[in-house]
């Protein structure tokens, strides 16, 4: 059903009231504004991706515990949840090493083509690739799935959310949990030592 005329809270209330595909539209309509405002404050793709979740997880939680009053506008109040996750980044996070965890692979390679465009590197690459996909092929299929589609096929949660049957919010919570286990994978087999030393 389109709610292109609804209003935020209208969308909020149905939402609430089991229509998922109200919380969809609420996301579409906001996420880019959003996603830019994480982004022009990280400078990190990646990083900008991973705080975007957590913001929308921390909306859908916080709406269904009915913690949510219309005192100002809908996106004013996610704007705040951003602006206070982006906070929490730089108090927890070393400021040298903030674009350290990417596990982008695009990005990855692009970064690594650019320091040094010689074979040795291209092979490093390659390299990198399998091993990152073998890495992958590891997560709990539901994770998988989800974080091939929003890497390597590029599609937004509500595309994820509609191709594989699940509510946005399962969506975001998969994606969130492939990219720490990923990390952990990605820690646990050094792949990157020798490329991304710690500055």
């Known amino acids: 059903m389109a709610y292109g005329n609804a209003s935020d809270q209208q969308l909020i209330e149905k939402y609430l009231a089991g229509d998922e595909s109200a919380f969809a539209c609420l996301l579409a309509r906001h996420e880019r504004k959003v996603y830019h405002f994480i982004y022009s404050k990280l400078k990190d793709e990646e990083l900008a991706n991973d705080v975007f979740q957590d ?16 005192e100002g506008k809908f996106i004013n109040w996610v704007m705040r949840i951003a602006h206070n996750y982006i906070i929490d980044h730089f108090r927890k996070a070393n400021r040298n090493q903030i ?6 692979q695009k990005l990855t390679l692009k970064r690594i083509k650019s320091n040094v465009p010689s074979m040795e590197m291209n092979m490093i690459s390659e390299q990198t690739e399998t091993d990152l996909k073998k890495l992958i092929s590891l997560l709990p299929e539901e994770q998988r799935i989800v974080l091939e589609m929003r890497i390597y096929n590029e599609l937004s949660f509500k595309e994820i959310a509609d191709k594989t049957f699940v509510s946005i919010n399962t969506a975001l919570g998969r994606m969130r949990y492939a990219l720490i286990n ?18």
């Open 55 to 70: 913001v929308f997880i921390k909306v859908i939680n916080t709406l269904k515990l009915g913690k949510y009053n219309d």
């Open 99 to 104: 674009i350290n965890e990417s596990i982008d």
């Open 182 to 199: 990923l990390r952990k994978l990605i820690k646990k087999h050094q792949i990157q030592i020798e490329l991304f030393p710690d500055e």
